[in-house]
């Protein structure tokens, strides 16, 4: 008695009988499994697989982290920017803001508008921020106090802010 193995129609260009041989092989390895079965005083056992999700945090800056600075801003001694960012986590716990002064001229950090400003030490900040599913717009206002060596222009964001997965 002959076994035949067919599959699905390969293009002729010259690999099939490379996928034909591949049919038969799988053909007779399915027919040895079936014909010789577990024998009766075989013993069986279950697996459990369980999987885990890395926490993660992607973020995405929507505006560009720079501050320009105009001569009205020098004569008032400070300037204000804000940084925006989009944010989504897998993690229900949510995720932590941080943000950290790169210059002393870093004074304050408020978190959205029309939130209470917060004093920016020389540790920086962090804020816990709850999950929230789909993207977060975080929206900073960060304030630069301007000294006499201060010059109108753009100048790199005066603080770091990085986002991490509880």
Do not use: K
């Amino acid at each position: 008695m002959g076994v035949q193995v067919t599959g699905p129609a390969v293009p002729a260009s010259g690999t099939r009988g490379v996928v034909a041989s591949m049919w038969r092989w799988l053909g007779c390895i399915a027919l040895l499994a079936l014909g010789l079965g577990m024998p009766a005083h075989a013993q069986q056992a279950q697996v459990v697989v369980t999987a885990s999700v890395v926490p993660r945090t992607v973020v995405e800056a929507a505006t560009p982290a720079a501050v320009v600075i105009s001569a009205g801003d020098i004569e008032r001694g400070y300037v204000e920017s804000t940084a925006t960012y989009r944010v989504r986590s897998n993690d229900r716990r949510g995720f932590l803001l941080q943000v950290r002064p790169r210059t002393a001229r870093a004074e304050a950090v408020q978190l959205g508008v029309g939130a209470q400003s917060i004093a920016l030490g020389e540790d920086g900040i962090e804020l816990h921020r709850p999950w929230q599913a789909g993207a977060q717009q975080i929206l900073l206002r960060i304030r630069v106090r301007l000294d006499e060596l201060a010059r109108p222009g753009r100048m790199e964001l005066p603080v770091h802010v990085t986002f991490a997965a509880l």
